[in-house]
Structures are given as C-alpha cells and as structure tokens.
C-alpha cells in the first residue's frame, strides 16, 4: 500500500508559479507511473500530467502543455509538478496518483492540495 501526501498548494497571483510535491511512502516508487490531476470547482477531475517510472517520458493535458512541467526523483521518493504563467482557470485541488507501471489506472491517491490563483 502506498500512501502520497501533496504539498506546495497556496494562493498565487495570476501570472505566477508554484511548485507541488507529491512524496510517496510503503512501496517500491520506482515501479511507479505517477500522473498528476486536478479538479476545479464544480467540474470533473481532469488530467494534469504524468511520467513514467524511469522519468523519461511526460504527457500533458492540452491546457497545461508549456506551462507545466512534471518531474520525479526516485532517490527521494517524490515527483513534482512546476506550475508557471498561472491562470484562474488552473484554480483547483491537485492531487497525487500512482499507477503499477503495467497497469491502466490508478491504484493510489493523495488527499490533495488547493491551488488558488487569483486576478
């Protein structure tokens, strides 16, 4: 069983950056795929990014290409989501997963971290 904790959510200026960590703990992260997702208030949960076990390949949701990198550092059990330009619409909680590499869908879940941006 894994356990993710979020961290680095806060109030932002338009415009502005943030940096989210997503730390992983009780399982071996580097068989991971970790993605990252959002849900804005009153919609759906979307696709934010994520990246493979090894950190070689990343995919985005179309609204977030150029603006936001994920990354992953196995050494500290952590991946990070780089937030820049930020819009009201980026407004949301972010959450955390993490997928066994051969598999689909999500097995584990953070509990989330509200990113505000404000005009």
């Known amino acids: 069983q894994v356990q993710l904790v979020e961290s680095g959510g806060g109030l932002v200026q338009v415009g502005g950056s943030l940096r989210l960590s997503c730390t992983a703990s009780g399982g071996t992260f580097s068989i991971y795929t970790m993605g990252w997702f959002r849900q804005p208030p009153g919609k759906e949960r979307e696709f934010v990014a994520d990246?493979?076990?090894?950190?070689?390949?990343?995919a985005y949701g179309d609204s977030m290409k150029g603006r936001f990198t994920i990354s992953r550092d196995n050494d500290k059990n952590t991946v990070y989501l780089q937030m820049n330009s930020l819009k009201p619409e980026d407004t949301a909680v972010y959450y955390c997963?993490?997928?066994?590499?051969?598999?689909?869908?999500?097995?584990?879940w953070g509990q989330g971290t509200q990113v505000t941006v404000s005009s």
């Open positions: 990246i493979t076990s090894s950190g070689d390949k990343t």
């Open positions: 997963a993490a997928r066994f590499r051969w598999r689909s869908s999500y097995d584990f």
